[in-house]
C-alpha cells in the first residue's frame, strides 16, 4: 500500500500563494492518476485537481482554474499544487489522493476513484 504525505500548508493572506507537497512512498507512483481534494469544516470533501500518470492531462474545480496549477515529478514521487490568489474560501484541509488508474477517469472527481490518501495539511486563507 503506497504512502503518501501533504506539506505546505500554512496561514496565507488573501491573495497569496502557497504551493502543497505530496510525496509518495511506492515506486509504481508513475503508473498512477493523483488527486488533490480538501474538506471546509462542516462541509463535505471536494475534488480540486487531478493530473495523469505521465502528467499530460488535468482537471480542475471550476473556481480554481487559473488560480491553481498541479503538476507532478515521477523521479521524485511527487505530485504538487500550487495555489495563487488564495480566497478565504479556500480553507480547507487538502489531501492528496492516488486514482486506481494511470488515466484521468471520465468521474475523477469522485473520491472512489482513488485508492490510497494522505492526511491531509491544513491551508487557512486570512488576513
Known amino acids: 500500500q503506497i504512502q503518501l504525505h501533504e506539506s505546505g500548508g500554512g496561514l496565507v493572506q488573501p491573495g497569496g500563494s502557497l504551493r502543497l507537497s505530496c510525496a509518495a512512498s511506492?515506486?509504481?507512483?508513475?503508473?498512477?492518476?493523483m488527486g488533490w481534494f480538501r474538506q471546509a469544516q462542516g462541509k463535505e470533501r471536494e475534488f480540486v485537481a487531478c493530473i495523469s500518470g505521465n502528467g499530460d492531462n488535468t482537471r480542475y474545480l471550476e473556481s480554481v482554474k487559473g488560480r491553481f496549477t498541479i503538476s507532478r515529478d515521477n523521479a521524485k514521487n511527487t505530485v504538487y499544487l500550487q495555489m495563487n490568489s488564495l480566497r478565504p474560501e479556500d480553507t480547507a484541509v487538502y489531501f492528496c489522493?492516488?486514482?486506481?488508474?494511470?488515466?484521468?477517469?471520465?468521474?475523477?472527481?469522485?473520491?472512489?476513484?482513488?485508492?490510497?490518501w494522505g492526511q491531509g495539511t491544513q491551508v487557512t486563507v486570512s488576513s
Open positions: 511506492a515506486v509504481t507512483f508513475s503508473i498512477y492518476a
Open positions: 489522493a492516488q486514482a486506481r488508474i494511470r488515466s484521468v477517469a471520465i468521474r475523477y472527481y469522485a473520491s472512489s476513484q482513488y485508492a490510497d
